[in-house]
């Protein structure tokens, strides 16, 4: 019977391992060789929803009721985006792995990622739609802060980190001026790198929708052009059992601000997907069962025949290796995750396209929707009202 190797993960007689595991100079080798063989292959069929995979459980009663289906009755336009594009050659190589094979459609580059030059060498060799994955939260910054004292930074030169800058902000700490001129430089080096504007802008772990930070960014993306941005707001995020008590709290603070987020955003002509999905399906949450669970319920109440857009954020890519990795730092524990893999497999699989493809869910990028202009209508969320979003829908009370 075979096992997976205990070291390097790929298939092996027994569970000791490899002789070449047995090597820590080989141990690596060994463990990329098989990562990549993986993927090839799609995966374990336990990775991507467990055992014989179809769209016949509890997903198959929200995809495709008696009536149809939601998705099934409705023309949905789906984005698929790779966030933490330049993160490390590691992490790019997969997410260009994933876009050729046709799973993810459009990108987010952090500029101050220490892989951001070859990724974006990488985006105009494969004509990858990019945007701007604006950092406030990691690593080093690119514009004035980086030089001098800046709110932004702490005593070592290093942004606050994830939930550091989310304290300051909620403190009055951070000096918004200051978060202008970042933005602003961090736009610049994006010119810089690939010649042309990024295809949209969206925030490293959501720090586009925090209070007041949103305003500044909606004025700055406004002023440069750019008119799509993320609002990460996913529904039914607070039921979803499988998400461990932090990441639930978290995603409820998300979608807290990301609402209050609406009005800055509407009112500098910002726009953005219909419906989102991704908070509840990242790392080793996510499955094509989720994936496919969770638009669906994105869509409840939708009239039938609406065309609707929707945005699937996901973080794939083989698993950093330090030291080489991040955005100054280092790569941190998510990077070096053997989630960002799982996401790869997952999103790389036949089963998840398969079932969208019967389902008419059409795989686009933002500039395909560029096209559409917000209509007069608005879009309703749970708590309140969603306007200038793309084509507009109603999507009834959850």
């Known amino acids: 019977m075979r096992h997976f190797c205990s070291r390097c993960e790929s298939r092996a007689r027994g569970g000791a391992g490899h002789q070449a595991c047995r090597d820590p100079r080989d141990r690596q080798a060994a463990r ?13 069929s336990g990775d991507v929803g467990g055992g014989a995979w179809t769209v016949r459980s509890r997903a198959r009663t929200l995809a495709h009721p008696a009536d149809g289906g939601t998705m099934a009755r409705l023309r949905v336009r789906l984005v698929v985006t790779a966030d933490d594009f330049g993160y490390c050659p590691r992490r790019d190589e997969g997410i260009v792995e994933a876009f050729l094979a046709g799973a993810v459609t459009s990108v987010s580059l952090l500029v101050n990622g220490s892989a951001a030059e070859s990724a974006a060498e990488l985006a105009r060799r494969h004509q990858i739609p990019t945007g701007l994955h604006a950092n406030l939260s990691e690593g080093r910054p690119v514009g004035p802060a980086r030089h001098g004292a800046s709110s932004l930074i702490g005593s070592e030169g290093f942004f ?52 007041g930070v949103c305003r500044v960014f909606a004025e700055a993306l406004q002023a440069c052009g750019v008119r799509f941005t993320r609002l990460p707001l996913e529904r039914g995020v607070d039921g979803c059992a499988w998400l461990e008590a932090p990441a639930r709290a978290f995603a409820g603070a998300v979608e807290q601000d990301a609402r209050a987020a609406i009005g800055p955003f509407v009112h500098h002509g910002l726009r953005w997907t219909d419906v989102f999905v991704g908070l509840s399906t990242c790392g080793r949450n996510m499955s094509a069962h989720r994936v496919l669970e969770a638009l669906a319920r994105a869509l409840e109440g939708v009239p039938t025949g609406q065309a609707v857009t929707a945005e699937l954020m996901a973080h794939p890519g083989y698993p ?9 730092e280092g790569p941190d524990a998510f990077s070096c995750s053997l989630d960002r893999l799982h996401e790869l497999r997952v999103l790389t699989a036949p089963a998840l396209r398969a079932q969208l493809a019967r389902d008419g869910v059409q795989l686009c990028t933002l500039e395909d929707l560029d096209g ?21 829908v109603t999507l009834a009370d959850s």
């Open 32 to 44: 990329t060789k098989a990562e990549r063989g993986r993927v090839r292959r799609g995966g374990a």
């Open 160 to 211: 606050l980190g994830k939930m550091g800058f989310r304290r300051a902000v909620a403190a009055g700490e951070v000096i918004l001026p200051q978060v202008r001129e970042e933005l602003e430089a961090q736009l610049s080096r994006f010119r810089e790198l690939l010649g042309r504007d990024p295809t949209h802008v969206d925030g490293h772990q959501h720090v586009h929708v925090l209070p």
């Open 320 to 328: 950093s290796v330090p030291p080489l990795g991040g955005c100054g």
């Open 372 to 392: 559409k202009r917000p209509g007069g209508g608005r879009q309703q969320s749970r708590s309140g009202t969603l306007c200038g979003a793309l084509p507009t």
